[in-house]
Each structure stands twice: as C-alpha cells, then as structure tokens.
C-alpha cells in the first residue's frame, strides 16, 4: 500500500510539473520558432522531439527541453549568415547533434563548471539584450532587422512606420506578462495568459496584424540531411559553435537541478540524450535545443521528480497542437515579440547587476567585454575572450599578493581540538577549512562537498585565507549557506579580517547567516557551538524530567 502511495504521488507529480513546464513551452517554442525563420511548428515540434528522447534516455530528474534564448539566437544568426538556406542550417543542426555525442564522451563538459562566473552574467545579458532589440521591430508591426547594430541604427527611424494595432497588441502583451500578481502566474503562467487574451482581443476586433497563418498538427516529414565534404568544411565553425551552446545550455540546466533536487548527474548522462534529440531533430527540418533551466526549475517546484515529466511535456504540446492548432494560427506576431521580450528580460543576470557596484573592477572588466563582443559581434568569441581575460587577471592578482613573508606553521593544537569536538560530539560539529583562494574554479567545487552532512548541528567554516572573494566565491557561498539552511545546520563562518567581513555585509551574507554566527578566531567558534549544543541537551533533560514528574 505504502509503494503504491509512493508512485502515485509522483506519477502526479511528474503530470503537474509536466502539464506547467508545457504551458510555459508552447508560447516560447512558438515565438522562437518565428523569430529565427524556422516557423512556429518547427519550434514547438523542436521541443516535443527533445522531451520525448530525453524522458526515453535522459537522467534520472527531469530535464525539459527545447529551443532557448542563447540557441535561437545562434540559428538566427547562422539563417542570416547562409541567406536563410534552410537546407543547409538543417545538416549545420547535424553536425552540431554529432559534435555533442562526440563531446559527452570526452572530459571536456566538465570545464564548463570552470567557467568563472563574470564570463557566464556577461553572455546571459548579452543574449538577453540581443533578443530584447531584435524584437523591437516585430512589436511594433514590422520586419526585425538581420542584427543588433542594423536594429539600433534604424531605431528611430522605424517609430515613422508603426503599425498602431501592432502596438497595442504588444503593449498589453508586455503589460499582462510584467503585471500579473505572482500569486495568478504560480498557477497559470502570465505568457499563456497574455498569447490567449490578445489573440482572442485580435480576433474579435480584426486587427490588422501579421500572423502565424499556418501550424501543422502532424509529425513533420523525415529527411535526411544532404552533405559533401566540402559543406562540412565550410560549415564546419558554425556547426562547433552551435554544439557548444547547446551542450553548454545543457550543463548550466544540469547544475541548476542537481543543485534543487541534491543529485549528482554525470554530464554525458545530460548530453547524449540532448545530442540524439537534436540529430533527429535535423531528420525532421525542426529546431534543435538544449535542456532549459526555465522549464525544468519549473517542472521541479511544480512536484515532477522523475525523467516522466519529459514525456509527459511532449504529450501535453502534442495535445494542444493537436486540439487549438485553428486557435494557435490566429496568434498575432506583435504577441510573441512581447512574449520574447520578456524572456529576454527574464535572461538578463539581475542577481549580479543588483551588487555589482561591490564586484571587484576585475570582475567587471570581464563581464563589459563579454557582453559587448555577445552583442555586437559574436557569442563564442565573447566567451572565448571573457574566459582568457578572466583567467589573465585572475593571474595577475596572484602575482601582485605574492610576496615572501614569514608565516607560523598551523597551530597542531587547533587540529587535535577539531578531531576531538568531533568526536565527542559524534559529529554534530564538524569544522572545514578552505584553503587557498577561494575563487570560481574552487568555490564549484566546495558547493558539491555539501550536499550531504547527516546528523550535524553545527558547521563551523573557517576561511582562512586574508584575500577577499570575488563574485564566483560570494554567490558559491550563498548557495552553501542555502544548502546547509534546508538540511537544518547551522553555519559559523571563521574569517581573518574585517575587509572580508566588510565584503560579506554588503552582500548580504551576513543577514543570512546571522551577525553572531560570525568570527575572527576559530576556538571562540567552536565553544559557541559547544555551549549551544550543551544548552540544548539540557533543555532537554530538563523536559524529560518534568515528564517524569
């Protein structure tokens, strides 16, 4: 009886969180679908080609895929580059399919956890900004330009020759997405709500606006990709880059939900599902995908635990083509450019924007760079340069704090201390030190060693270098101290100078872990865990006695 409780509560699990992330897909793969020239039924049978297969051979959680920000701008950008020679982007999305099979069988996705984070923030903004301008045009009734400088250039020129109906269509959509009360848009996403309440104003009122037109409800025709060799050398960069984004889109999703469900997924498990999905993809003329971050975050909190959610995503958009297709040809194109606006919006890193007048200069540098070669030139280049830049300066630090000074070998009497708390406490305080810098490469790493840490009370974290973090190590911190909040341990955090200390405040670090939980001397830590613990005990004592009495 217990098990069947058990799967039946994550069988409903896997359909709530399968039916949410699919309500949030269809207006996304629709409106990707359109803006990268491939077609609104590419985009949304995209999605439900990459769910099924990775529901079928994916990983353990579910991973809910289809076309992203970052994906549909480089098939856009490669349409543009090949004069819309959609053959030839088809056997591109091939490649890059092959490329990632290859990939998941080397050690390489794993670098991408290496990837500091001022390099990541300055791409997400820029894919962001790009996808924002590039629809600027389409929301206001008329033909997007083939790039952001073109968009930007013509900007004012474009507001002489506003389609009026367009507009409107475009500004209740971006109103409906932005001013929906969050308490509506946890049970009905506000993107559903406003491509359904605009189309059906449009309809009503015959707006005079482009359309979606045509959305076919049955599997696309299957053809094979034609090639020589002389394609695959010409088209060989576009295919690599491709590959890289979607692989990378793929291993950022990973971390996301091992970090939400407390799992562990290797990154070949992630990608060779995602590498068949998107050569069948090619097969059928659809657009390719990654995993989405968006769509998976939100199966998971909807209750979806397993690799069925995937399926059950697939299903649901075969439903609603299957059944609204009359419905789905009527949607006005000014509607879906709201739709990508705001998911363009909702790409930009405003996490790092809210504190980055704390971030270290450095730390700047690398994101203005990256987001300015993202934008204006070319995204793997961007990240190429941020990556080397980042590691440059990360070099140069170390060169400028290198210096010889005479330093005390660590205290023996503090380690024998830290062995024999834990062990007369039977591990309820534990002590961990973090040695060296503490920068993103590190600071990744750390974050995996505490997933797990039963029965203790108390962790006491001394960090014991005198550098500052940078914004890698803040943000690894605050997922540490987030991980340690939902197993029920207290954090004390050891820190050797009122600089790092400083730098914690105004990051709110300190707010999270609690003023009192902080301290310059590692002893004083561990007696304040000691004496908590030994209060604890005998308030409870005390509380049996009283029963007995």
Not at 53 to 64: E, F, R, T, Y
Not at 234 to 239: E, F, G, K, S, V
Not at 472 to 497: G, W
């Amino acid at each position: 009886m217990d098990k069947f409780k058990r799967l039946s509560t994550i069988f409903l699990g896997d359909m709530f969180g399968g039916i949410n992330a699919a309500i949030i897909a269809l207006p996304q793969a629709l409106a990707f679908g359109v803006a990268t020239g491939f077609g609104a039924g590419a985009g949304v049978w995209g999605a439900i080609i990459l769910c099924f297969i990775s529901g079928i051979l994916g990983s353990k959680v579910p991973m809910i895929s289809g076309i992203t920000g970052p994906v549909a701008i480089v098939i856009a950008s490669i349409m543009h580059a090949l004069n819309k020679d959609l053959s030839s982007v088809i056997f591109i999305v091939f490649l890059a399919g092959v490329f990632q099979l290859i990939l998941a069988m080397t050690k390489l996705p794993q670098i991408v956890k290496y990837v500091p984070y001022p390099v990541i923030s300055g791409f997400m903004n820029g894919v962001g900004a790009i996808i924002i301008i590039m629809q600027l045009n389409p929301l206001l009734g008329l033909q997007p330009f083939s790039n952001t400088i073109e968009s930007i250039k013509n900007l004012f020129l474009t507001l002489h020759f506003i389609n009026f109906d367009a507009f409107i269509l475009g500004l209740l959509t971006l109103i409906i997405i932005f001013c929906t009360p969050k308490a509506i848009n946890k049970i009905i996403p506000s993107q559903i709500i406003a491509l359904i309440l605009c189309t059906l104003i449009s309809m009503k009122f015959g707006f005079n606006v482009a359309k979606i037109s045509e959305i076919s409800a049955s599997f696309p025709q299957i053809v094979i990709p034609k090639t020589n060799l002389h394609d695959f050398i010409t088209y060989l960069n576009y295919a690599l880059t491709l590959a890289v984004v979607l692989s990378s889109e793929t291993l950022l999703t990973g971390l996301v939900s091992n970090s939400i469900t407390k799992t562990n997924t290797p990154p070949h498990r992630l990608l060779i599902p995602q590498g068949i999905g998107n050569i069948l993809c090619s097969f059928t003329g659809t657009l390719p995908g990654a995993a989405a971050t968006m769509r998976t975050v939100a199966a998971l909190k909807t209750g979806a635990s397993t690799r069925g959610a995937s399926i059950i995503t697939a299903i649901a958009l075969i439903f609603c083509l299957s059944i609204f297709s009359g419905f789905v040809e009527q949607i006005p194109l000014p509607v879906l450019a709201g739709i990508l606006i705001k998911i363009g919006y909702d790409i930009i890193d405003f996490k790092l924007l809210k504190v980055i007048k704390y971030a270290p200069k450095d730390d700047l540098y690398v994101l203005g760079v990256v987001f300015l070669l993202t934008v204006f030139y070319n995204l793997i280049a961007a990240v190429g340069v941020g990556i080397v830049l980042a590691s440059l300066l990360y070099a140069k630090r170390l060169a400028d704090k290198t210096t010889l000074i005479h330093k005390e070998v660590y205290d023996n009497d503090i380690q024998n201390m830290e062995r024999l708390v834990e062990k007369d406490f039977k591990h309820k305080i534990r002590v961990v030190h973090i040695n060296g810098q503490f920068f993103f490469g590190s600071a990744t790493q750390l974050v995996s060693h505490f997933d797990e840490m039963l029965g203790t009370k108390y962790l006491i974290l001394v960090y014991d270098s005198d550098s500052t973090l940078d914004i890698s190590a803040i943000f690894a911190l605050e997922d540490i101290v987030l991980r340690l909040n939902a197993q029920h341990i207290k954090i004390l955090l050891v820190v050797n100078n009122d600089d790092i200390h400083n730098q914690l405040e105004k990051h709110e670090i300190v707010s999270q872990i609690g003023e009192n939980h902080i301290f310059y001397n590692e002893v004083r830590a561990i007696d304040y865990a000691k004496g908590k613990l030994q209060r604890k005990l005998n308030n409870h004592l005390n509380g049996l006695d009283k029963n007995y009495e």
